[in-house]
């Protein structure tokens, strides 16, 4: 069988494995997940983001973000959402339900803002002007940074996950939460 992964608990521990490596390596394709949220209209609202950290002990995933984008007031009046990762290498999605909290203060936001601030993308959280703010031009100008930072920590505790493997044979695919597991029609 593919991976070699029969029983639930090695399919578990892999897929905690692959999320880990996703925050690592660049070329992962579990990097860049699509965070989907509740908008205001009732819809909807899907995005990419970045994968930055994983914990498997407390079973949580970290993002980065702009304190003033959409996707903070939409959790903010809907703190669940849904995370859908796709590898073409594994064959494997995985679709996460989350229960996610915004930090933009405190010691552990702190941490991670120390170590963004000296990097190149320091600049993302630090425009004057919010983002999906109108503008006039399409073109692409330095923003006009101000002495102050938006960044905001997003911390995703996992609820569910519903993971699908695609395989030549056939495909299996099983529901999971922290304590439970069940094979579910593909
Ligand atoms: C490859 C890729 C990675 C991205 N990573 C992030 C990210 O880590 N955090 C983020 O806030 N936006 C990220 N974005 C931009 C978002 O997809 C989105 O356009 C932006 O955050 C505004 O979303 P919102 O208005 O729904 O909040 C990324 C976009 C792409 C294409």
């Known amino acids: 069988m593919k991976h070699g992964l029969d029983t639930s608990q090695d399919i578990r521990q892999q897929i905690w494995k692959e999320l880990g490596r996703g925050c ?3 070329h992962h394709a579990w990097r ?26 407390q079973q ?6 702009d304190a003033r ?3 903070v007031s939409e959790l903010t009046k809907q703190p669940k959402a849904v995370l859908a990762f796709w590898s073409a290498r594994l064959n494997w999605q ?14 552990e936001m702190q941490v991670h ?15 004057n002007e919010a983002p999906g703010t109108e503008r006039s031009t399409g073109f692409s100008t ?10 905001a920590l997003l911390n995703a ?17 099983a529901r999971l939460s922290a304590d439970t597991w069940q094979w579910l029609i593909p």
């Open 60 to 65: 949580t995933l970290c993002f980065y973000t």
């Open 32 to 57: 860049t997940p699509v965070l989907a949220t509740v908008g205001f209209d009732g819809l909807p609202n899907v995005r990419t983001v970045v994968l930055r950290k994983v914990d498997t002990n």
């Open 113 to 127: 803002w120390q170590r963004v601030q000296q990097s190149a993308s320091a600049g993302d959280y630090m425009a």
């Open 157 to 173: 505790q996992v609820l569910q996950m519903d993971w699908l493997e695609l395989g030549q044979g056939g495909h299996r695919r």
């Open 94 to 107: 995985l679709r996460v339900k989350v229960a996610i909290s915004v930090a933009t203060e405190g010691p």
């Open 142 to 151: 330095s923003p006009t940074l101000s002495g102050d930072h938006h960044f």
């Open 24 to 26: 690592v390596d660049r």
């Open 69 to 71: 984008s959409a996707k």
